[in-house]
């Protein structure tokens, strides 16, 4: 199957700082990448697509401000937690589609102290 | 309101049995039905895909069937072993959309 990366897999942050996640398609080109948030214990919640070229589609209660996506290449999105603070701790986690499936990366843990 | 449901938070079953997990949905029109599997602090790892116009999949140990008119999906793993221990999520890929909506996940233990 797809492989998607995901950089870091974990990092700790200070309140107010901002942290950006890098998720890569390593073996197909991806048009549509999304970004997942999961607390302990719960599904994964969708954040947003991303889209090459243009601007993310935020799901309903995620602050886009917040929370910038930047799709720079069909192989490269990026979330930026910006202003994190201690809530915003939590597992990321990206995906990408390679035509009907869709593949997920090994997540990245943020803890906001 | 849109739902998705697997019909236990956790399922433990003896190793050799077959594990067999549901997946129901209310008020969508899935195009496709996938399975995943996610170990802790790990992203899901794709299992298998099936389309709403198949009724059975299978790769190696392993069986999907959708049947639309129920709005369910099984999951089933035979001769189950103490590695295949993982929380299993469905997840419905919505007609005309291009993103994928998880269920609340199945945690499976197989008791050695």
């Known amino acids: 199957g797809a492989v998607v990366s995901q950089h870091p897999s974990r990092v700790i942050c200070k309140s107010g700082t901002s942290v950006k996640i890098e998720c890569r398609s390593l073996d197909f080109q991806a048009t549509t990448m999304f970004w997942y948030r999961q607390f302990p214990k ?16 935020y799901e309903q209660g995620v602050e886009k401000d917040k929370f910038l996506i930047n799709h720079a290449s069909l192989t490269l999105s990026t979330l930026t937690v910006t202003s994190a603070h201690p809530e915003d701790s939590s597992f990321y986690i990206c995906s990408a589609r390679d ?11 943020l803890t906001v102290t | 309101s849109q739902k998705i449901e697997q019909n236990s938070e956790a399922l433990n079953i003896q190793e050799g049995k077959t594990a067999t997990l549901t997946c129901n949905y209310t008020n969508y029109s899935p195009a496709y039905l996938q399975w995943y599997r996610q170990d802790p602090g790990r992203g899901p790892v794709f299992l298998l895909l099936i389309r709403e116009n198949e009724k059975e999949k299978r790769k190696e140990r392993l069986k999907v069937t ?16 103490p590695a295949d221990s993982a929380t299993y999520l469905c997840a419905l890929d919505i007609k005309g959309y291009q ?13 050695p």
């Open chain 2, 99 to 111: 993103k994928v909506t998880f269920g609340t996940g199945t945690k499976l233990q197989v008791i």
């Open chain 1, 99 to 109: 035509f009907d499936e869709q593949y997920f990366g090994p997540g990245t843990r």
């Open chain 1, 42 to 57: 719960q599904s994964l919640m969708l954040m947003a697509t991303s889209n090459e070229g243009s601007k993310a589609t």
């Open chain 2, 66 to 81: 959708f049947d639309t008119t129920l709005k369910q999906s099984l999951f089933h793993i035979t001769a189950s072993q």
